[in-house]
């Protein structure tokens, strides 16, 4: 178990030493291998820890799947049936989507209705 930041740096050091040996992720039976996955187990556990990942916002992700997809405001509105200051309203969090504007972005934009609904 990992218990200070000085530990988790010590172990990164060596798991990036560890990964300068292919061999070392690839062949159970090389020298490094166990103890790289057991150091790499215990990263994930500190970093789960003390480095929580939050989910990211609807806003986030909406920007990001606009990107993906190559939409501007103007085609979304359209794609989702709302004015294009609606959208914008959406994109700077200014309001949240209706349950109907929230199910078509999920369908829509392929977008998890948890994340949709803020659950």
Request: aromatic share 8%; glycine share 6%.
């Given at each position: 178990m990992i218990q200070t930041e000085k530990?988790?740096?010590?172990?990164?050091?060596r798991i990036e030493e560890l990964l300068k040996d292919s061999d070392n992720i690839?062949?159970?039976?090389?020298?490094?291998?166990?103890?790289?996955?057991?150091?790499?187990d215990l990263v994930a556990d500190y970093e789960e820890q003390?480095?929580?990942v939050k989910k990211p916002s609807l806003t986030e992700v909406i920007k990001l799947r606009m990107a993906e997809l190559g939409l501007n405001q103007k085609r979304l509105s359209e794609l989702l049936g709302v004015s294009t200051s609606r959208v914008s309203e959406y994109l700077t969090g200014k309001s949240e989507?209706?349950?109907?504007?929230?199910?078509e972005i999920s369908k829509k934009l392929s977008i998890e209705?948890?994340?949709?609904?803020?659950?």
């Open positions: 530990q988790y740096n010590a172990i990164l050091e690839e062949n159970q039976n090389a020298k490094g291998y166990v103890e790289l996955n057991i150091l790499s003390n480095y929580p989507p209706t349950l109907k504007v929230a199910r209705p948890s994340i949709v609904l803020g659950v």
